[in-house]
């Protein structure tokens, strides 16, 4: 099945520095998604990506959809400590007019030291 | 009020017993999911569906079943829970296209 390589698996990062992570697969997916994931709560969408070569932005966090349609990545820019969180990206294929499943990546974890 | 609903957030339960974790939706979205969480596996389908009458096995569904009572409400249940089954739990719902809407998770300890 449809797997999503997402890296780096964890990050410790001083407060101020940019991140940047990152997910591959050898599948073609119509929508990436990037969720956010506190402790003790569910992930929550942060960004949506629908088009190939999309860039969009919100707030310090930037993600792309990338050209070949089987990568993205997300950037966080001058990270503060409430950044603290695992990070998830999500691929959506769509089967001719109906839509599989998301498939997520085993995401990243982000530390922040003040 | 959340969108989407998980209930109980905590549960211990025994080698055996049957469970019933529950969750409910008012964002009228018609796909509902579960989902497992185990650290550094991610998040691993169950059960999905798509509307009331359509019900289908995820990646993980063995030791598992659900019902959909409802457009609003999805139900996973343990019929006989054993100790690799602790995890965390996701409820999600979306509408076709778009992203998922997740719960806030209910930890399950199989002691």
């Known amino acids: 099945g449809q797997q999503l390589n997402q890296s780096p698996q964890s990050m410790f990062i001083q407060e101020g520095e940019d991140v940047s992570m990152n997910c591959t697969s050898s599948?073609?997916?119509?929508?990436w998604l990037w969720y956010k994931q506190e402790p003790g709560e569910g992930p929550v969408l942060l960004i949506a990506?629908?088009?190939?070569?999309e860039l969009t932005s919100n707030g310090r966090l930037t993600a792309q959809f990338g050209i070949t349609r089987k990568d993205s990545f997300l950037n966080i820019s001058a990270s503060i400590p409430s950044d603290v969180g695992i990070y998830f990206c999500a691929g959506l294929i769509n089967y001719g007019g109906s839509q599989g499943n998301l498939i997520f990546g085993k995401g990243t974890k982000l530390s922040v030291k003040p | 009020d959340a969108d989407v609903t998980q209930t109980p957030r905590n549960r211990i339960t025994k080698t055996g017993k049957r469970i019933m974790l529950e969750c409910s939706q008012t964002k009228g979205h018609d796909r509902m999911y579960w989902y497992r969480q185990d650290p550094g596996l991610g998040l691993r389908l169950i059960y999905y569906s798509f509307d009331v009458k359509d019900i289908n096995k995820g990646e993980i569904s063995d030791g598992y079943s659900v019902s959909r009572q409802a457009q609003a409400k999805f139900s996973l249940s343990l019929e006989s829970a054993i100790p690799n089954q602790t995890a965390l739990y996701f409820c999600a719902t979306s509408f076709p296209g778009y992203g998922y809407t997740f719960g806030s998770g209910t930890r399950l300890t199989v002691v």
């Open positions: 990506l629908y088009k190939a070569g």
């Open positions: 599948s073609i997916f119509n929508t």
